[in-house]
């Protein structure tokens, strides 16, 4: 198989706007495509395609090309660029995983366009594990792996409901938009909603599953939505939502592995969509289908991979349109009115309405008044998703006022009115949904039809469809315009169409009295019972069903066959069809080729493949010429015109050239071909209804069939245009109440009445059209005539309707009489009832009379029949001609009768019969009677039925009466005593007056004319009597067709039936008594009766003499009738019981000379709603010529008294020889006394003996078997073997208890003189060279491999390392324990610890019984599973039984003197019972279903070994889906008495009973039995002691002594020093298998080394651990979850075993995370202070994701002004991590009430969130921080280097860039100091705001013990010691200090302002005492200038 992984790409151009892209691929001409996603700049798909590789390999010269296109553009406009990939890499290395990044995509010039392309291809090689799609050749034998029930490969019917579950797992969020949020997911499931718990922080960790089980059918089930909401539970509930993400479980089932795991689903906003990604949440989805295995658990991708997980919601922006105008044909009112309504009466209809339904919304038109054409104009409007999840569109049309009876329904597929392109050709252009305007025909039931019958027509509606390039703008309906109402009316010009239909034969009809006749009708016209259409001669006469002599019954039409024709007025939809035809002949013929060119090799594959090519060339042609004139006049023709000429065009050009590869190649390409020309091969602008064939009973419809109109139709384009069937006679099988209803041969024949002028020239024999009557009369008094009929119709039809008398009769208009009335015998209705009856039994009663003396005498009338209708005596009944008489008159003695045979009665009237006959004779008897018989046959020279029609023509009177007792009973041609009704046909044919241009059958539906025709001679008296009598309402008969042939063609029928295959007898009975009934159309024969088998071998040939055949014996080689065969259980006595039916196609040979003999096919046979087995047979129709050439063909030879197959036919037989090894028999009921076994095979039967006593030992005393028989040398014709299970009881009863049936026994075919590779038990010794010779060839790569542990070589170690590096590596070895090997098989390095490298442990991802090289671990003996009898086990029925056992199959020499080969089953191991002790590990369990309403369960362990059970409740692992157990169970058990291991999971509950999980089942007694040593297992290394002891009971050179005597070879001889090893004439050394020897090694361990190493060469089973599925009983087939476990199996009798292994779970370790904040920089200041300062009250509080309790925060640093702050603060979490799982473990109770504790795992994630606090307010939110101790993204040194860089969708931290340091560990590094950035959230998108200074540093509990530290600063203050934070001043609280406030708050910042100020008042009061003292001083320097000076004189001393 190859994948394809088509991940994303890369469109520059991309507007974000558009239909969207999809990526087309192709290999080996086979396309696939991915989905359409939005057309963006990365479109991501991460889908997987796969191509099946089939038989043919990889090879080098293979390539991919892939395509991006636009999704519904052509090719030139719509393509994106295209690229080809080889696979040459692949084919070198399969197990490369070729991974191409960003692949140019080239135009069609071959230059680029920009656009890049990534993917991912893988190769699995067919036959490995990965390949499940391809089943494995070789047949693996049937296992029982075991869940309780047993899964049938076969699949429910179609429409069948099943069982489904639907799991999501939610496991985590990112980037959820919002500030300090609580999100919560909520998931609906169809109607089911579950719920999360909720979580803190915007990456929210969950790991949560639901599921949902829904019992439906597949179409149900798919449609049921997934809605998932995320929403916020902190916020109000208008707001709460945060993003939704809405798909259907369909999407999800149609994934590869019915699955998505790990995607990232892209949040939208429910009602603002265009507005981005909201979030993404992680979710795991899977749907398990019952009986389908669960994908295998995927390790989810890494982060770097969530682009190319990502699954985005498709658009919504189309809108579908579709209009409803009116409808026509409506169907008339139910019940009907009284009376016969009038054709233009309408309240004889009821009110209609239109119901429309897609994608889960329905809309209903309004109900308009009752009208058979009623008008809506409406029109609906419905969103549309590209690509549509929803297909159907489905209409029905609503009777009544309140519209709730549905008269009619039908469906519009989305995929036949649109494409997308890819899925047909490279370049192939798609288109939008779009359909007419065109009518659409309606079906459904009709009330006089049978209840079971649906198919008739009941009208149609015009209908228009689009789709519309913008969202629906909230308005669902509406009206149409009136110009839109004017303009499609142009568009529906009408034609006058003509049905034609000629009926050949009509076989297996209903038996008994009633008439019957059939009906064609097309729409309404024709149709009988409708009175708004005309009448037409559109139904046969009346017939009445003769019976073939066996047990079907016919209608005797011979040669005259009825002919029915019905014109009506359609559209030409002819351009359609005629398109259609050719397309459907080119399938026809291309399928025809491929199947016959995979069915052949050699040089005819060749001649085929240029026969391929030719034909297909010249049919696209054919087809593209038709399609260039081709009219289109609504948007669909046109769209698939287009769509039909690329594709063809293309196909035509590569069919043309010489093929350049393979035929293997162009089968492949062939077959990619038809898939996608038959993609288009549909029209569903059909317009016109289908011809409807219905078979009339009486007034009842008891059958039908619809054949579709374009397949009948006549196109004057050419033959190849025309319909399939139209000209042609074929065989059509009417659709009865629950079985067939009748089958006729007919032809068909439809087109334009304008065209049908050569119609009549077609048909074959001479067309006549008559008209007739039946002429009535009774006797009165002895006389017959008309009166006395007592309101009977003196004229009638053939049923006793009243019709006109024949004077009264006119022919249509354009016709005119052609001949006088004439009076002609009858030939339709029973006039003999013993036609085609071979032997006839004759009775006469006598009767007598008591008379006067009481004795008897003769009675008046002697002779009667059973009634006591007066018959002539016995001596006067004479013997009819063509008839002999076997045996004289007898007395009949059976029964009530006396000695002679005499009964008698007493009547109650003189001369009338007694009402009631004894058996003795009483004195008041009164009349007595007996009965004689006599038996008369058929003369063997007896020509047919032709010859007794014509004798019983010739019987009739010249007056051609038939005679009657009573009206409408059987007529015969004698009169006889007690006739009181006859009766004589008229007819009278007619001819057109004038040669018409048409066929003259469809100018018959004129009215008739008026006047009476000038011939007509004017009526007598009599006839005007008749004529005033006759009604003048009653209707002119319809005119008779007939297509008369003058003489038929004989054939000869010879059908070999040779076997019956798996027949299913009927219910309650176990078996049957087969008899094969062959039908061929009205004749019949039966096989002979077998004694009761379910495979019946007949080897009878049935021959069928001259069976006549009307018409061209071309035809009838290119269409034969049908050979109808059935098998039946023939009761004693009756009929018998049906058991299948096939219907098979006769090899026709008209040239008897070439004959080529047939072979012998496997026909399936058919039941009642299931497969009722296989016939093997052949059949041919040889044409038996008048010249007596089929006198050359050889008779059949005559054996026993019938004929037996010829040798040229019948299979070569070989004598072969069946050894069956009978081990015994298990699993039976309590009941069974002493079982043995029956093995019936090829007629032969085996019965072993009892076994006596199941209970002690249910192993058969002797166990090898030889059954001698010869069987067919080819496969395919060999019988199944049947193996039953009898009990032996008292007095020889031997009741069944089970069977079971094998086919396909090839598997156990072997050649006595060829060795096999794999050996049954008990192989006679022979030579053993070529065993070991085998391993010896292996040595070079078991050598590579075991010293590199790879399988590439690798450079050698040095021979002689030194002793220190030895005593390192038992270090290492003693270090690892069992869980370091486990972690290392499963990859994990990082769980798994040293020394595990070469102590290897293999993890089987299945069952131990599923590894295909290990057989099923049935290589001994297989287990066969017995049911009830009463053939094949039903899907689900559980076994009855077991029976252990093998069969071995070769043949045996011819000549007896040559002596027998040896037997295969020699050398058995004793059957005895065993007691073992069994060990049973549990380690884990993952994807249980869940069980308690938290979507959780409590799982625990309970073992089950016969009557012995392990397990304790108290062990249980609470609230968890995916438990580790680590547990080890021992129990002693008896095998085979207690062989049957069940492992259960049982959900712990408060009060018991406790629900079950699941349980899974092993066979312990395969186990121990096979050749592979399943017991247990081989570790890698041999080790006395230890974690990896050896466990086993004897040392491995015991092992390898045991199992060399086992297979039957030579011992095993060690050489002294254990170094080398002879096994028969290979020597082993330990060099070849150890690259250095350990010379500290004991001497001992050398040999028991090397002897494990010659075990692991011969492919045992190895050290491992399975992973079993578990089942549940109530949900059969449904997988509830997986466990991984081994066992190991301890014979007592071998001695005791080894120490266990020690899988005790790790615990997890306590660790404590010191987080230090030191400083913050650049932090949002989110207050303003009262000076308007911008500023914040700075802290960090912070804790660890899920431990919320221990929230933490730091101090506050007030005041900060520029988003810094200082507080040397420590945090301390103390948690549990699990080193092994890299998850912290949480345990806690989610509720106080809860009485358990949830164990949760999270990844260790610390949470620090900056907040600004206020005191009168909610403190404001900063900023956050999440930081993962296992991928922490490393520091950066300096807060200018903690930048914020826009990120893309979705990175894990929004700072990163495109180059991303690796992120570091911190349980590795320990300790890390560091700026890292907080974020917030504004606008939907996040920004940087703010940076914290920490250091982290994780410590053990040890070590945190050793070093201890108190939070924040608190002592001890250590480690480091935290000072007192280096805060400014004006960090303070201003409440407590409002002095400071004012300092700080005013002073610091104005200070400079104040001085300033300060500066200038003084400077102003200055100026002011300056100005004030100015003016004073001044004038008193001018008044007194010296006083001043004065004043300082006087002032000195």
Not at 443 to 468: I, N
Not at 1108 to 1134: A, C, M, N, S
Request: net charge neutral.
């Amino acid at each position: 198989m190859l994948r394809l992984l088509v991940a994303s790409a890369h469109v520059p151009g991309a507007t974000g706007s558009g239909l969207g892209v999809h990526v087309s691929a192709r290999f080996r001409g086979v396309p696939r495509g991915t989905r359409v996603v939005p057309e963006e700049r990365s479109p991501t798909w991460n889908e997987t395609l796969a191509w099946p590789l089939g038989v043919r390999p990889l090879s080098a010269t293979d390539s991919v090309t892939l395509h991006l296109r636009h999704w519904g553009q052509p090719a030139p406009r719509g393509d994106l660029g295209a690229t080809t990939v080889s696979l040459e890499p692949l084919v070198a290395d399969p197990e490369l995983l070729m991974s191409l990044s960003d692949v140019p995509l080239l135009d069609t010039r071959e230059q680029p366009t920009g656009c890049t392309i990534t993917l991912r291809c893988s190769y699995v090689p067919r036959g490995t594990a990965g390949d499940t799609t391809v089943p494995l050749q070789v047949q693996v034998p049937p296992r029982a792996v075991s869940p309780g029930p047993l899964h049938h490969p076969g699949k429910p019917p179609a429409g069948k409901k099943e069982d489904f579950q639907v799991r999501v797992k939610v496991i985590e969020g990112r980037q959820l938009q919002g500030n300090d949020i609580k999100p919560v997911v909520t998931v609906l499931i169809g109607q089911h909603r579950f719920r999360t718990r909720i979580r803190l922080g915007n990456n929210p960790y969950y790991n949560e599953v639901f599921s949902q089980e829904f019992q439906g059918t597949p179409a149900q089930v798919v449609a049921e939505p997934i809605h998932i909401r995320v929403l916020d539970s902190r916020a109000p509930r208008a707001k709460a939502t945060i993003g939704v993400f809405q798909l259907d479980v369909g999407t999800v089932y149609r994934a590869p592995g019915h699955g998505l795991s790990g995607k990232w689903l892209s949040l939208q906003h429910p009602e603002r969509p265009d507005t981005g990604s909201r979030g993404y949440l992680r979710v795991s989805l899977l749907v398990l289908r019952a009986g389908e295995p669960a994908p295998e658990q995927e390790e989810l991708a890494g982060d770097g991979d969530i682009e190319a997980n990502l699954l985005r919601p498709p658009p919504c922006a189309t809108t579908l349109q579709l209009r409803v105008y009116r409808a026509e044909d409506l169907p008339q009112a139910e019940p009907p009115q009284q009376g016969v309504p009038k054709a233009g009466d309408k309240k004889a209809f009821l009110a209609a309405s239109v119901r429309v339904t897609f994608a889960g919304r329905t809309l209903c038109t309004q109900v308009v008044a009752p009208n058979p054409n009623p008008v809506w104009n409406e029109v609906f409007f419905f969103p549309l998703r590209l690509p549509p999840i929803s297909d159907e569109i489905q209409l029905a049309i609503l009777g009544g006022s309140r519209s709730t009876k549905v008269l009619a329904t039908t469906t519009l597929h989305l995929s036949h009115i649109s494409s997308a392109g890819a899925e047909l050709e490279e370049g192939t252009p798609g288109f939008l949904p779009c359909f007419g305007p065109t009518f659409l025909p309606f079906y459904g039931p009709r009330p006089d039809a049978t209840k079971t019958l649906s198919t008739a027509y009941r009208g149609r509606v015009l209908l228009e469809l689009s789709t519309l390039m913008e969202p629906s703008d909230g308005c669902h309906q509406g009206t149409i315009a009136r110009e839109d109402i004017a303009q499609e009316q142009c568009h529906l010009p009408r034609h006058q169409f003509g049905l034609c239909g000629v009926f050949y034969s009509a076989t297996m009809v209903p038996p008994g009295h009633q008439l019957l006749r059939f009906e064609l009708s097309l729409g309404h016209s024709g149709d009988t019972s409708d009175v708004t259409s005309k009448p037409a001669p559109s139904v046969t006469p009346y017939t009445c069903p003769l019976s073939d002599g066996h047990r079907y019954h016919y209608l005797p039409w011979y040669g005259d066959k009825p002919v029915v024709a019905v014109t009506s007025s359609w559209e030409d939809v002819g351009h359609r069809w005629d398109v259609l035809n050719l397309l459907g002949g080119l399938c026809r013929r291309l399928e025809r080729n491929v199947k016959e060119m995979r069915d052949t090799r050699g040089d005819t594959r060749g001649d085929i493949g240029r026969r391929l090519l030719r034909e297909l060339a010249g049919d696209c042609r054919q087809v593209l010429a038709q399609l260039k004139v081709q009219p289109t006049p609504t948007p669909l023709d046109t769209h698939l015109r287009a769509t039909r000429l690329h594709l063809l065009q293309r196909v035509m050009a590569v069919a043309e050239r010489p093929p350049k590869v393979g035929w293997d190649t162009l089968l492949e390409v062939a077959e990619g071909w038809l898939g996608r020309v038959t993609a288009l091969a549909v029209e569903p602008q059909v317009g016109v209804p289908d011809a409807v064939l219905w078979l009339l009973q009486g007034t009842q419809r008891v059958a039908c069939a619809r054949v579709p109109a374009p397949d009948i139709l006549f196109s004057r384009s050419g033959p190849g245009a025309s319909g399939r069937l139209c000209g042609r006679i074929h065989t059509l099988f009417l659709v009865g109440p629950g079985d067939v209803g009748a089958q006729v041969r007919l032809r068909l024949w439809l087109g334009r009445v304008s065209e049908s002028g050569d119609l009549v020239r077609h048909l074959e024999g001479t067309l006549r059209v008559y008209s007739e009557t039946y002429e009535n009369q009774t006797k009165v008094l002895g006389k017959w005539g008309a009166r006395g009929l007592l309101g009977r119709p003196s004229f009638s039809d053939g049923a006793g309707q009243a019709r006109p008398p024949r004077h009264l009769i006119h022919p249509p208009r354009g016709w005119r009489w052609e001949g006088p009335w004439s009076v002609e015998p009858q030939r339709r209705l029973p006039l003999d009832m013993e036609t085609n009856v071979g032997q006839v039994l004759e009775e006469v009663y006598e009767n007598q009379s008591r008379q006067l003396r009481g004795q008897w005498g003769p009675a008046t009338p002697a002779s009667t029949d059973a009634s006591g209708a007066e018959v002539p005596p016995k001596e006067e009944v004479a013997c009819p001609q063509g008839w002999h008489v076997t045996d004289g008159w007898r007395v009949d003695m059976t029964g009530d009768v006396d000695e002679a045979g005499w009964e008698y009665g007493v009547s109650e009237t003189p001369g009338s019969p007694p009402p009631a006959w004894h058996p003795t004779e009483r004195s008041t008897h009164t009349h007595r009677r007996r009965r004689w018989l006599r038996t008369r046959q058929r003369d063997p020279s007896t020509q047919g039925q032709e010859q007794d029609v014509s004798t019983l023509l010739q019987q009739h009177s010249p007056e051609a009466w038939e005679y009657g007792t009573l009206w409408g009973c059987h007529f015969h041609l004698q009169p006889r005593v007690g006739d009181m009704w006859r009766r004589r046909r008229w007819q009278r044919q007619m001819v057109p007056k004038e040669p018409p241009e048409v066929a003259p059958i469809f100018l018959l539906e004129e009215p008739p004319c008026p006047q009476t025709p000038p011939e007509e001679p004017p009526p007598g008296p009599k006839e005007q009597r008749v004529r005033s009598r006759f009604r003048p309402t009653s209707q002119p008969p319809a005119p008779l067709i007939l297509c008369t042939f003058q003489k038929p063609i004989f054939f000869q029928l010879r059908c070999y039936i040779f076997q019956g295959l798996q027949l299913h007898p009927r219910p309650s009975k176990t078996t049957a008594a087969p008899v094969a009934h062959v039908s061929f159309l009205h004749v019949s024969q039966s096989s002979r009766v077998l004694p009761p088998t379910l495979d019946p071998l007949w080897d009878q040939t049935l021959l069928f003499q001259r069976v006549p055949l009307y018409g061209d014996p071309r035809e009838v080689r290119d269409d034969p009738p049908p050979v109808v065969v059935e098998i039946f259980d023939q009761d004693k006595g009756g009929a018998g019981g049906a058991l299948g039916r096939s219907v098979c196609t006769p090899d026709v040979s008209l040239n008897v000379g070439r004959r080529q003999p047939p072979r012998l096919r496997r026909y399936p046979l058919g039941g009642p709603g299931r497969e009722a087995g296989e016939l093997l047979a052949a059949f041919e129709l040889l044409h038996d010529a008048e010249d007596g050439s089929l006198e050359q063909v050889p008779p059949p030879p005559w054996r026993e008294g019938t004929y037996s197959i010829p040798l040229g036919i019948r299979p070569v037989l070989q004598l072969v020889a069946l050894e069956v090894l009978a081990w015994g028999l298990r699993g039976l009921r309590a009941g069974v006394r002493a079982p043995s076994l029956e093995v019936q095979w090829g007629g032969q039967t085996l019965q072993t003996p009892p076994i006596a006593d199941p209970t002690a030992n249910p192993n058969f005393p002797v166990n090898a078997f030889l059954l001698r028989l010869h069987l067919p040398e080819e496969e395919e014709l060999a019988p199944p073997l049947r193996l039953r299970v009898l009990d032996t009881r008292g007095f020889g009863y031997r009741p069944p208890v089970g069977q079971t049936c094998l086919r396909g026994l090839a598997r156990f075919g072997t050649h006595p003189h060829v060795q096999r590779r794999t050996r049954s038990p008990g192989t006679p010794k022979t030579d053993s060279a070529t065993r070991w010779g085998r391993i010896a060839r292996l040595l070079p790569l078991l050598t590579i491999q075991v010293g590199t542990g790879k399988g590439s070589p690798g450079p050698p170690p040095p021979l002689h390392p030194a002793p220190r590096q030895h005593a390192e590596e038992e270090e290492e070895e003693e270090e690892g324990d069992w869980w370091s090997k486990f972690y290392a098989a499963v990859g994990d390095k990082a769980k798994s610890r040293r020394g595990t490298k070469r102590d290897r442990l293999k993890i089987y991802s299945s069952e131990l019984e599923a590894v295909p090289e290990f057989e099923g671990l049935q290589d001994f003996c297989q287990t066969f599973p017995l049911y009830q009898l009463g053939g094949h086990p039903t899907p689900g029925e559980d076994p009855v039984g077991e029976f252990k056992g093998l069969f071995c199959l070769y043949p045996l020499p011819e000549d007896p003197e040559v002596p027998p080969p040896p037997r295969f089953f020699q050398d058995l191991p004793p059957s005895q019972p065993q007691k073992c002790l069994v060990r049973v590990y549990i380690v884990r369990a993952f994807n249980l279903s869940p069980r308690d309403r938290n979507g959780l369960c409590d799982p625990y362990v309970r073992i089950s070994l016969g009557k012995t059970t392990l397990g304790q409740r108290d062990h249980y692992v609470p609230n968890t889906l995916e438990p580790i157990f680590g547990r080890l169970f021992e129990v002693t058990g008896t095998i085979p008495l207690e062989k049957d291991l069940r492992v259960s999971l049982m959900d712990h509950d408060l009060l018991p009973p406790d629900q079950e999980i699941g349980t899974t089942t092993i066979d312990l007694e395969n186990r121990l039995l096979s050749r592979f040593r399943a017991h247990c297992g081989l570790p890698t290394r041999y080790r006395r002691s230890g974690p990896g002891g050896w466990r086993d009971q004897v040392p491995p050179s015991r092992a390898l002594e045991l199992f060399t005597r086992s297979r039957g070879l030579p011992a095993p001889e060690f050489s002294a020093e254990g170094t080398a090893v002879t096994c028969g004439e290979q020597t082993f050394l330990l060099g070849h298998f150890e690259r250095s020897p350990l010379a500290h090694r004991p001497p001992g361990d050398s040999r028991e080394r090397l002897a494990l190493h010659v075990l692991h060469a011969c492919h045992l089973v190895p050290e491992h651990l399975e992973t079993r599925t578990l089942y549940n009983s109530t949900q059969p087939g449904l997988e509830q979850g997986k466990v991984q476990m081994w066992v190991d199996i301890f014979p007592v009798s071998l001695g005791p075993p080894g120490p266990p292994v020690d899988i005790t779970p790790r615990k997890p370790q306590r660790y404590e995370l010191r987080c230090v904040v030191w400083n913050t920089r650049d932090v949002d200041l989110a207050d303003v202070n009262i000076t308007g300062q911008r500023m914040s009250d700075i802290y960090v509080t912070g804790w660890m994701d899920g431990l919320e309790e221990q929230r933490q925060k730091t101090d506050v640093h007030y005041r900060s002004l520029d988003g810094s702050g200082a507080f040397n603060w420590r945090f301390l979490f103390s948690f549990e991590y699990l080193v092994a799982e890299q998850r912290c473990v949480l345990p806690r109770k989610d509720h106080f009430w809860s009485l358990h504790e949830t164990v949760r795992k999270v990844p260790p994630k610390l949470i620090l969130q900056v907040w600004d606090n206020d005191k009168f307010s909610a403190d404001d939110f900063l900023g956050v921080l999440e930081l993962e101790l296992t991928h922490l993204p490393r520091p950066s040194p300096y807060p200018q280097s903690c930048t914020s860089t826009p990120s893309g969708t979705p990175p894990k931290w929004p700072w990163q860039g495109t180059q991303v340091p690796s992120p570091l560990s911190l349980f590795h590094q320990r300790r890390v100091r560091g700026w890292w950035p907080c974020t917030l959230e504004e606008g939907g998108k996040r920004r940087l705001s703010g940076k914290l200074e920490l250091s982290l540093e994780l410590l053990t509990a040890k070590e945190a013990e050793e070093r201890p530290a108190g939070k924040g600063r608190e002592d001890p203050n250590m480690y480091p010691m935290l000072p007192a934070p280096l805060r400014p001043e004006s960090s303070f609280l201003w409440l407590q200090a409002p002095l400071r406030t004012l300092h700080y708050g005013l002073w610091h910042r104005y200070r400079r302002r104040f001085c300033l100020g300060l500066a200038a008042l003084l400077l102003l009061a200055l100026l002011l005492a300056f100005v004030y003292a100015a003016p004073g001083y001044l004038a008193m320097k001018l008044v007194d200038p010296l006083q001043s000076f004065s004043h300082q004189l006087s002032s000195q001393p």
